[in-house]
């Protein structure tokens, strides 16, 4: 696919952002879903201060990190580093819904790429090891989206997903998900510098809440969430 002149690569990157990219993200509630349920999350407070310390410590210290590498991966065509940081990331994930979640979204984005053209993400459509951070650097460097604002994308993407859910779940009015966003979205920027800066050694994170919402959202009785 030939990469879009300078001037759309804002549109590719809004595109590749945007809650109407076809991957089933909003299907998933990465564990909310339970903890709403469970009362650890009621109001926005609550809300902001779980969504707070997943940015710190899961975007922030696991999925950019490892996005930035596989972004240089795909960008030196290095085949055997896409295929460690993709194992890397997805034994970082917890449980088998948080894995599922992952590799799902990876999959359905894996066959939008090749049927938009991405011929380098064709291979990945059958892969296990597919995560979604796997295939938004393919189209990231397919798009020529630079890293930074790749990141940012994928942090944002994350974000609104996740107060979409909160909004449903607890529930919130829209004027609450709206200033959750302006709030959280601020931090973005810095976590994005620092989750760059990392060492290969600096990788990994610890959030054992949100683990244990998304084992017990298993076996939920009733859901609204796949995960």
Known sequence: MTPPPRDLTLLRLLQLGSPALPVGAYAYSQGLEWAVAAGWVIDEASLA?????????????????????????????????QSYWSRYLIALRETRELVGDDCDRGHALARLLRDLGVTSAAPWVERADAPYAALTAIAAVAWEIPLVVTAQAYAWSWLENQVLAGV??????????????????????????QALGLADD????????????SSLHETQYTRLFRS
């Open 202 to 213: 600096e990788i990994g994170g610890m959030l054992p809440m949100v683990a244990l919402a």
């Open 168 to 193: 449903k779940l607890i529930p919130l009015g829209q004027v609450s998900g709206q200033r959750l966003l302006l709030e959280l979205a601020s931090r973005i920027p810095v976590v994005c510098d």
């Open 49 to 81: 201060s779980w969504l707070d310390a997943q940015l710190t410590h899961a975007l922030a210290s696991v999925d950019l990190p490892i996005l930035a590498r596989l972004h240089e991966a795909a960008r030196t065509d290095d085949a055997a580093g």
